[in-house]
């Protein structure tokens, strides 16, 4: 049959009972040793009439990838259509498979034995006597700032009793105040 003649054979096409495009086939490379092509001789031991019948077997195997990308591409189109009616969307497909891949790694042999690992830590009496200090610690800091935090605060008040022109030493002034920003 002539491919020029050929229609889309595929029942879920758009373009069903459409003649089929065969120009993008790779008809117009020239194949090893066609007559005419003397920059690539027939191999030893391949007569005239075997390289004939490969090539045009050649030729067959091309045409039927051409129908291929042209049937895998209208099944992409109608999968994508169907996805959308559906209401699947790329966004939706990454979380599926973000969720399906967190699965998989939860059940990992890896995952497992490092949450295993983890457990027999936290058990530990090592890890225990750690987070024992480590609280202890964080106590005493807490009541070393809280300390330092009131010794200011009645500092700052007893600032705040004393009259403004007492709370300069007699050595500046205002006006060396105003102009010393870092002093204030």
């Known amino acids: 049959m002539d491919p ?81 009616k559906l209401g699947l969307s790329p966004l939706t497909e990454l979380k599926q498979n973000f969720t399906k891949s967190w699965q998989d790694v939860q059940t990992s042999n890896a995952y497992l034995s490092a949450s295993s690992t983890l457990d027999d830590i936290a058990r530990s009496e090592a890890y225990k006597k750690t987070q024992e200090t480590l609280s202890q610690a964080g106590q005493k800091t807490t009541a070393a700032i809280s300390t330092v935090s009131s010794v200011i605060s009645r500092k700052l008040g007893d600032m705040r009793a004393l009259p403004f022109s007492n709370s300069f030493s007699s050595n500046y002034s205002i006006r060396h105040s105003i102009s010393m920003p870092a002093m204030r």
């Open 4 to 84: 020029a003649g050929q229609a889309d054979i595929n029942l879920n096409s758009p373009n069903k009972g459409l003649p089929v495009d065969n120009s993008t086939g790779l008809s117009d490379v020239p194949v090893d040793g066609a007559p005419g092509n003397p920059a690539n001789p027939l191999p030893p031991g391949l007569t005239e009439e075997e390289a004939e019948e490969l090539r045009v077997e050649l030729g067959k195997v091309e045409e039927e990838i051409g129908t291929l990308r042209q049937v895998l591409s209208a099944k992409e189109r109608h999968a994508a259509e169907l996805k959308r």
